[in-house]
């Protein structure tokens, strides 16, 4: 009892309900190896009596973190102040965004009241009292009480002082109740963008293949945006993590997406010579992957572009460059720099810090101080590397706005991040080290997943303000048109799995969801940014309708679209969701063709990962798939008839297209018939994850000039471009 309490208390989950029936008990050895991952001892039985006793005796006047949200009741930790306490809220510096330059916000300072008691009568001896003001009248619904000062959006502090003394501090996050939204009946590509090559191409896509595409994709088809992977900062090494969802650091982008020619400094580098030779063996990359069979080769692409670029770091900057570089370094201040030294120190003794000699370990230690100093040219490059990384997904976002795309660009945010990265050893304490984040067992997974990623501590977040938080989110959105988050339940509670333990052995820990949410919708409302969260799986109850509360867009798939709760047939299109981005397929799912073909049964087939006999996973996909293309055929989305794979295709997003959800999105390898998954989880060397060019459906690789020329992507797109009105002849009247 004493340990589930102490769990309960710091968040960590003692059972969970894999589905409504069913509970299960986490063992308490994970229990306590989570607790410890959080600086709670629970070894012992005396352990858990002194730690439980030191919690429920600790009183907070304030939480780490308070949440107000704009037009809503206060919160319980504001609403509940013993009356008379003044309440000073200290506004943000004036230079972050929302504030205009100049002097600083004076603190707003107010009183807390509330309903006095019957009122008071003098005792024998006494001078009569004075007069009591009127009780003041309950807030209405959804109002704040009338001493409170709304502050403007943003992260502030707040300082309380009680009438009986007690003080505390505390971060104060004011948030708008949503984040924007989207045009409705929007559509638009979702790729990887590393598989979509153009003749023009290093080997694999970057960001000059992004831009040229949002640029085609709002001009000729009409299309309000552009999905991609997370271009987050990836771990240096032989081989390199090929996984996007894998990064070294989600703060910062990764250089390899550079497209290196569009760099101004680039036409000034005087040892042509190798530039010229770099280009060719940068050729001779693309033509392998696009002609003869060959993988994308990621080290191979970053080592060209490395000796490229220090030839173009050589290059002075004009002095227009050089001041726009020296307000990227301020703005960017701490974060940058550590993540310019950890690259640094990376290529001297290796990716994995933790084997770094004892006194580079720690970021602030002397030793790591004198080797920020003896790096500094390095340092300087790879900081120089995040700023043109940073410029050009600034110009593809321009580039997808000046098209006339109405969302644009929409980025990608992981889970989590690499435990020997840049930011696990920027940021040592806000991780929980010796855990990782994964998923429990269910139905499609008897055994779990453990995705490999330490996960953040909730109570550092809480104890720092969200500050790693609020700086990875305004870094993302800084150039976005939207932001997707991979996992999003994660803003609730995540799966830790201790070192060394199957995920099975796991236990979820909890978030504070209301500050999590806080921080996403006060800066996507900064950035002008809509939130596109994925939402597939195992959701917890709430979760959904707490993120469309706030404007947060959940993910549909056609095939996971259901009527669960009735008779389990195929949901209609007009009982989708409406806040939702509608597809048919993501980069861990089957293309849409080789879904209509049974070819991804055939794929885990031959990979030995099916669990039952190849002919009941046939039949049973077999079945799925009539189901609904018998839908489609009922609503007159596919006048072609059976056997027409192509006209499959386009059926299903004409039904897409009739659902109400507010953003569409066309898995740009379905455009051309590509059969092969981008990844296929539960492999690993098994199959090439995260190494495919796009292909067409006799798998030959495709040119993103080649996409964009297809009839069969024209004809698809016609179905998704939206009907115009029909006008009237004159004399006739409209119904």
């Not at 973190?65 to 704009?70: E, G, I, M, Q, R």
């Not at 960017?332 to 994995?352: M, S, T």
């Not at 009907?723 to 002849?729: D, G, L, N, V």
Request: charged letters at 20%.
């Amino acid at each position: 009892m004493g340990l589930s309490r102490l769990a309960a208390l710091h968040g960590v989950a003692t059972s969970y309900s894999p589905s409504p029936d069913v509970t299960v008990s986490v063992p308490d050895d994970t229990v306590i190896a989570v607790l410890a991952a959080l600086g709670v001892d629970a070894g012992t039985p005396a352990d858990v009596r002194k730690c439980l006793a030191a919690a429920e005796s600790r009183s907070r006047l304030l939480p780490p973190t308070v949440v107000v949200w704009a037009g809503e009741p206060l919160p319980p930790a504001l609403a509940g102040l013993p009356p008379g306490s003044t309440v000073t809220v200290e506004p943000e510096p004036s230079d972050l965004p929302g504030h205009p330059a100049g002097r600083p916000p004076a603190p707003l300072s107010m009183r807390a009241r509330a309903a006095p008691p019957a009122a008071p009568v003098a005792s024998p001896g006494e001078a009569a009292p004075e007069a009591v003001p009127a009780p003041e009248a309950p807030p209405a619904p959804g109002e704040a009480p009338a001493w409170w000062i709304p502050p403007p959006h943003g992260v502030h502090r707040v300082h309380v002082r009680t009438p009986d003394n007690r003080r505390a501090t505390a971060t104060l996050v004011a948030a708008p109740l949503r984040v924007p939204q989207p045009p409705e009946g929007t559509h638009g590509f979702l790729v990887q963008l590393y598989s979509l090559l153009s003749a023009r191409s290093w080997g694999m896509g970057d960001l000059g293949d992004l831009a040229d595409l949002a640029v085609w994709a709002g001009r000729s088809v009409g299309s309000g945006f552009v999905q991609v992977n997370p271009l987050h900062a990836a771990v240096p090494g032989k081989p390199t993590d090929p996984s996007p969802y894998r990064p070294s650091s989600r703060r910062f982008p990764d250089p390899v997406h550079l497209h290196v020619e569009s760099i101004p400094e680039y036409g000034h580098v005087r040892d042509r010579a190798t530039l010229d030779d770099l280009r060719q063996d940068a050729a001779a990359l693309s033509e392998a992957v696009l002609n003869k069979g060959a993988l994308i080769d990621r080290d191979a692409v970053w080592e060209l572009k490395r000796q490229a670029l220090e030839l173009v770091a050589q290059v002075p900057l004009t002095p227009g460059r050089r001041a726009d570089y020296c307000d990227f370094l301020a703005e960017q201040g701490q974060a940058l720099e550590d993540h310019g030294l950890w690259c640094a120190l990376a290529e001297v003794h290796g990716p994995d810090w933790h084997t770094w000699p004892e006194a580079l370990r720690d970021p602030r230690s002397p030793g790591t101080a004198r080797a920020r100093s003896e790096l500094l040219d390095r340092v300087d490059f790879h900081c120089r590397l995040a700023w043109l990384t940073a410029t050009q997904l600034a110009a593809a976002q321009w580039s997808a706005e000046d098209a006339g795309m109405a969302v644009g660009i929409v980025h990608d945010l992981a889970v989590g991040v690499h435990p020997a990265g840049a930011d696990t050893w920027s940021q040592q304490e806000a991780f929980a080290h010796g855990m990782s984040v994964g998923a429990p067992p269910d139905a499609f997974n008897a055994r779990g997943q453990d995705w490999g990623l330490p996960p953040w501590r909730p109570d550092v977040l809480a104890a720092t303000g969200y500050a790693a938080y609020r700086g990875l989110l305004r870094g993302l959105l800084a150039h976005a048109g939207a932001l997707r988050i991979d996992h999003v339940m994660g803003l609730f509670r995540l799966w830790w799995v201790p070192e060394g333990r199957p995920p099975t052995d796991g236990t979820y820990v909890a978030y504070d969801a209301e500050a999590m949410l806080a921080v996403l919708v006060l800066e996507a409302h900064r950035a002008g940014t809509s939130v596109v969260g994925e939402d597939l799986g195992t959701v917890a109850p709430g979760v959904r309708e707490a993120l469309a509360r706030r404007g947060v867009l959940g993910t549909s798939v056609l095939w996971f679209e259901r009527d669960w709760e009735g008779d389990g047939r195929p949901l209609a299109p007009e009982k989708w969701r409406r806040d939702c981005l509608a597809t048919a397929t993501t980069h861990d799912l089957p293309s849409t063709a080789a879904r209509l073909t049974g070819d991804h049964v055939t794929l885990r087939h031959r990979l030995g990962l099916l669990t039952r006999s190849l002919e009941e996973e046939l039949t049973a996909d077999l079945t799925d798939t009539a189901e609904w293309l018998a839908l489609l055929a009922r609503l007159r989305m596919l006048p072609e008839g059976d056997g027409d794979e192509e006209a499959a295709v386009r059926a299903v997003h004409r039904f897409l297209r009739r659902t109400p959800a507010r953003m569409t999105g066309v898995w740009l390898p379905d455009t051309v018939g590509d059969r092969r998954p981008q990844n296929l989880p539960g492999t690993w060397d098994q199959y090439p994850n995260w190494r495919l060019p796009i292909a067409d459906a006799e798998g030959h690789p495709v040119t993103l000039e080649e996409i964009t020329a297809s009839p069969r992507l024209h004809a698809l797109m016609e179905v998704l471009r939206p009907r115009k009105p029909r006008t009237a002849p004159p004399g006739e009247r409209r119904p």
